[in-house]
C-alpha cells in the first residue's frame, strides 16, 4: 500500500492534493470524533483554485493509446479524460522537479 509523501511546503502539499484522491491511501487516515474548522485564509485559496477555469486542448493520439486510458481509467473510477488531465499535471511537475531551472524561469528568479 502506498504512503502519502512527506511535504515541504503547504503548496507542494496542495499540488500533490490537486491530483490525488485520500480514497487511493485508505490505510492513512483513521476516523476522528472531534470537529475542526479550516483556517478562512486555506478556504479563500481553495475556492480560488476551485474556480480556476479549464481551457479545452487538442491533443491528436492513437486509438490504442486512448483505449489504454480508457481501460485505466475506469479501474481508477475516473473519466478517461480526468485520467489524462491527472497524468499531464503530473508530467509537469515531474519535469519541473527533474529540472530546478524551470522552476526558476516560471518564479523569475
Not at 490505510?27 to 478556504?43: N, Q, R
Not at 483554485?49 to 479501474?75: C, F, H, P
Not at 475516473?78 to 515531474?94: A, F, K, N, P, S
Amino acid at each position: 500500500m502506498e504512503k502519502i509523501p512527506k511535504f515541504k511546503t503547504e503548496e507542494e502539499e496542495a499540488r500533490f492534493w490537486d491530483i490525488h484522491s485520500p480514497l487511493d491511501y485508505p490505510g492513512e487516515f483513521v476516523d476522528v470524533k472531534e470537529s475542526f474548522e479550516f483556517a478562512p485564509s486555506l478556504l479563500k485559496k481553495a475556492a480560488e483554485r476551485r474556480e480556476e477555469r479549464k481551457r479545452s486542448l487538442t491533443l491528436r493520439m492513437g486509438q490504442r493509446q486512448i483505449d489504454l486510458a480508457k481501460v485505466i481509467a475506469r479501474y481508477r473510477g475516473l473519466g478517461y479524460q480526468t485520467l489524462m488531465r491527472i497524468w499531464v499535471i503530473e508530467g509537469i511537475h515531474q519535469e519541473i522537479k527533474m529540472h530546478p531551472e524551470i522552476g526558476k524561469l516560471l518564479t523569475g528568479k
